[in-house]
């Protein structure tokens, strides 16, 4: 039975949404995924109508199966790995269920959507032009839209229909004259490491700055801008005042809280981290210490996320290294702008937000993380340690050339996906030169997949017991379930239906709540169909308790934030 969508359709050009099925076809010909295509197939009829004095569109969606449809030398791709449609949208869901009358407030989602510029298809996952998502609940009711960011790069790329500044894995074309290219090559070693050359598409995070601003980021700290949350339009950059952006890159997932933000800086020169906090308000970050790489390489190990306890920050140096010869060669290797140097050591140092003091430097088994989870202070006969989590791959760095957008969408139902865990390390303070590496969880409970992770965030830097994460239903070559870890009774609760690529489940605490599960958790899921729909489940039972279809398929998204309403 068609499902039945209250639109306030609002495009791009004024354009309007009529209840569209979007079957993507894509060629393999090549690595590089040349010549994908959209179908557009225009099914129903639209009808409007006026409620409360506001014109809405009221659409028959089609039937949740389209028909199938055979192409020589072409095959469907899951709607997760394809383009938005419309630079922008805006209209109001239609709910299946009851969404919490507490929940009131906005659901921010950042995250790569469009994937090509003129006749240029990207290569990987994370070259994609910020894309924002929101799900505003008002008293029941979801209000939703998306709009590509404004960054530079985005614009540019528009007005010129080619790639301007270096993603990824992408790097600008040099001029075809090979006198020229003699001084373009030149040139852009200069605008390399000036960080001119970088790009500012901010397609990694949101979040909420103490102050109520809201900023999307990327590794580069020139892609750090800030947006309206209600409208989703691109304000401007958000301009450091520290005199600290010289060394250009940062962590995509800084740590924020209502009184501060904390971050890290990577040392290309003099490779090591600086370890930065902003205070709310403020555009200014401090230096409260510095760690020194210890491993041998001329790197500082990729930094993506880090972790905090209530009074140390957790410093991770990882053999994923950065590499001058990959970040300056036109293609990229299968570890892009890394190099895997596992004979260098591992390592995880400890700093005192206090003083900036190292307090630990330990060497601990090889591991390679996007994202780090929760950490927190234990005592152990007397001694202090620290318990950090992460999303862990084995130390199996096959995990980033897997993103590229041809294995995507051409492994779709292989289980290629690489293992990945909880890993739990845990941290001495007395001085030990090595720490532990351990496996928090049976990683089968969870299907062997394990990122795109929330906590309940009063429990950040607080020993905790559940968090929520994107496991697996193999085979797949792609997280594709939501799971609920349980760590003291090391259980977990998995959400799965057939064909379906959720994104990260962000948990929503419930106000005035006295368990930690109490809330719920939201994720916006793309369809095999080419649909998209919004879902809700409880955070203790894992149960669904709503969801809200698009109109339209939404590609797949990275991070999220939480915006309460007051």
């Given at each position: 039975?068609?499902?039945?969508?209250?639109?306030?359709?609002?495009?791009?050009?004024?354009?309007?949404?009529?209840?569209?099925?979007?079957?993507?076809?894509?060629?393999?010909?090549?690595?590089?995924?040349k010549q994908i295509k959209t179908k557009l197939q225009i099914s129903n009829r639209l009808s409007s109508r006026r409620i409360s004095g506001v014109t809405r569109a009221v659409i028959d969606s089609p039937a949740s199966s389209p028909e199938k449809e055979k192409m020589e030398g072409e095959r469907r791709c899951h709607v997760?790995?394809?383009?938005?449609?419309?630079?922008?949208?805006?209209?109001?869901?239609?709910?299946?269920?009851?969404?919490?009358?507490?929940?009131?407030?906005?659901?921010?989602?950042?995250?790569?959507?469009?994937?090509?510029?003129?006749?240029?298809?990207?290569?990987?996952?994370?070259?994609?032009?910020?894309?924002?998502?929101?799900?505003?609940?008002?008293?029941?009711?979801?209000?939703?839209?998306?709009?590509?960011?404004?960054?530079?790069?985005?614009?540019?790329?528009?007005?010129?229909?080619?790639?301007?500044?270096?993603?990824?894995?992408?790097?600008?074309?040099?001029?075809?004259?090979?006198?020229?290219?003699?001084?373009?090559?030149?040139?852009?070693?200069?605008?390399?490491?000036?960080?001119?050359?970088?790009?500012?598409?901010?397609?990694?995070?949101?979040?909420?700055?103490?102050?109520?601003?809201?900023?999307?980021?990327?590794?580069?700290?020139?892609?750090?801008?800030?947006?309206?949350?209600?409208?989703?339009?691109?304000?401007?950059?958000?301009?450091?005042?520290?005199?600290?952006?010289?060394?250009?890159?940062?962590?995509?997932?800084?740590?924020?809280?209502?009184?501060?933000?904390?971050?890290?800086?990577?040392?290309?020169?003099?490779?090591?981290?600086?370890?930065?906090?902003?205070?709310?308000?403020?555009?200014?970050?401090?230096?409260?210490?510095?760690?020194?790489?210890?491993?041998?390489?001329?790197?500082?190990?990729?930094?993506h996320s880090f972790a905090v306890t209530e009074n140390y920050v957790v410093i991770p140096e990882m053999p994923l290294r950065y590499s001058v010869k990959n970040l300056l060669r036109a293609e990229p290797t299968p570890l892009y702008k890394f190099e895997w140097c596992p004979d260098d050591g591992a390592f995880v140092h400890v700093m005192s937000k206090l003083t900036g003091e190292i307090v630990a430097?330990?060497?601990?088994?090889?591991?390679?993380?996007?994202?780090?989870?929760?950490?927190?202070?234990?005592?152990?006969?007397?001694?202090?340690?620290?318990?950090?989590?992460?999303?862990?791959?084995?130390?199996?760095?096959?995990?980033?050339?897997?993103?590229?957008?041809?294995?995507?969408?051409?492994?779709?139902?292989?289980?290629?996906?690489?293992?990945?865990?909880?890993?739990?390390?845990?941290?001495?303070?007395?001085?030990?030169?090595?720490?532990?590496?351990?496996?928090?969880?049976?990683?089968?409970?969870?299907?062997?997949?394990?990122?795109?992770?929330?906590?309940?965030?009063?429990?950040?830097?607080?020993?905790?017991?559940?968090?929520?994460?994107?496991?697996?239903?193999?085979?797949?070559?792609?997280?594709?379930?939501?799971?609920?870890?349980?760590?003291?009774?090391?259980?977990?609760?998995?959400?799965?239906?057939?064909?379906?690529?959720?994104?990260?489940?962000?948990?929503?605490?419930?106000?005035?709540?006295?368990?930690?599960?109490?809330?719920?958790?939201?994720?916006?899921?793309?369809?095999?169909?080419?649909?998209?729909?919004?879902?809700?489940?409880?955070?203790?039972?894992?149960?669904?308790?709503?969801?809200?279809?698009?109109?339209?398929?939404?590609?797949?998204?990275?991070?999220?934030?939480?915006?309460?309403?007051?």
């Amino acid at each position: 039975m068609a499902s039945l969508i209250t639109t306030k359709a609002i495009m791009s050009h004024h354009h309007v949404l009529s209840s569209t099925r979007i079957t993507t076809l894509c060629s393999d010909k090549s690595i590089d995924d040349k010549q994908i295509k959209t179908k557009l197939q225009i099914s129903n009829r639209l009808s409007s109508r006026r409620i409360s004095g506001v014109t809405r569109a009221v659409i028959d969606s089609p039937a949740s199966s389209p028909e199938k449809e055979k192409m020589e030398g072409e095959r469907r791709c899951h709607v997760a790995w394809t383009s938005v449609q419309q630079e922008k949208w805006e209209g109001e869901l239609t709910v299946q269920g009851k969404i919490p009358t507490w929940l009131n407030g906005t659901y921010l989602r950042n995250g790569p959507g469009l994937w090509n510029v003129g006749d240029h298809d990207f290569r990987h996952l994370f070259d994609g032009y910020s894309t924002l998502v929101k799900l505003q609940f008002d008293d029941g009711r979801i209000l939703s839209g998306h709009r590509l960011l404004e960054s530079d790069a985005y614009k540019a790329a528009k007005k010129h229909k080619k790639l301007c500044y270096r993603e990824f894995s992408e790097t600008p074309k040099p001029a075809r004259n090979s006198f020229k290219n003699l001084f373009s090559g030149i040139g852009e070693i200069v605008k390399l490491f000036s960080g001119e050359s970088l790009t500012d598409n901010a397609n990694t995070g949101v979040v909420r700055l103490g102050d109520g601003r809201v900023m999307c980021l990327t590794e580069t700290q020139k892609g750090s801008i800030l947006v309206d949350h209600e409208t989703l339009e691109t304000i401007g950059k958000f301009e450091y005042d520290d005199g600290l952006c010289d060394h250009m890159i940062q962590s995509a997932h800084p740590i924020v809280t209502e009184t501060e933000m904390w971050t890290l800086i990577p040392d290309l020169v003099k490779p090591g981290y600086r370890v930065v906090r902003m205070e709310a308000g403020s555009n200014k970050r401090e230096v409260v210490g510095r760690v020194k790489c210890r491993a041998g390489s001329w790197g500082p190990g990729w930094v993506h996320s880090f972790a905090v306890t209530e009074n140390y920050v957790v410093i991770p140096e990882m053999p994923l290294r950065y590499s001058v010869k990959n970040l300056l060669r036109a293609e990229p290797t299968p570890l892009y702008k890394f190099e895997w140097c596992p004979d260098d050591g591992a390592f995880v140092h400890v700093m005192s937000k206090l003083t900036g003091e190292i307090v630990a430097s330990v060497e601990v088994p090889a591991y390679v993380t996007f994202h780090f989870i929760n950490a927190y202070e234990e005592d152990e006969n007397g001694e202090t340690v620290i318990i950090a989590d992460c999303c862990e791959h084995n130390a199996d760095t096959r995990i980033l050339d897997m993103l590229r957008l041809h294995t995507l969408r051409s492994s779709h139902g292989h289980d290629v996906l690489p293992d990945a865990r909880i890993g739990r390390f845990k941290i001495p303070l007395d001085g030990s030169k090595y720490g532990k590496l351990e496996t928090a969880v049976d990683a089968e409970k969870h299907g062997r997949a394990m990122d795109m992770c929330s906590i309940n965030p009063l429990y950040l830097g607080l020993k905790y017991r559940y968090l929520y994460a994107c496991g697996a239903q193999r085979p797949c070559n792609f997280p594709n379930a939501l799971s609920k870890v349980d760590l003291v009774e090391k259980e977990v609760k998995n959400w799965h239906e057939h064909g379906v690529i959720p994104s990260e489940p962000f948990f929503v605490p419930r106000p005035g709540a006295t368990h930690e599960d109490d809330g719920v958790v939201i994720s916006i899921v793309s369809e095999e169909n080419g649909g998209s729909f919004a879902i809700l489940l409880d955070g203790s039972s894992f149960e669904e308790i709503a969801r809200a279809k698009f109109p339209y398929g939404l590609p797949y998204g990275l991070h999220g934030c939480w915006i309460p309403k007051h």
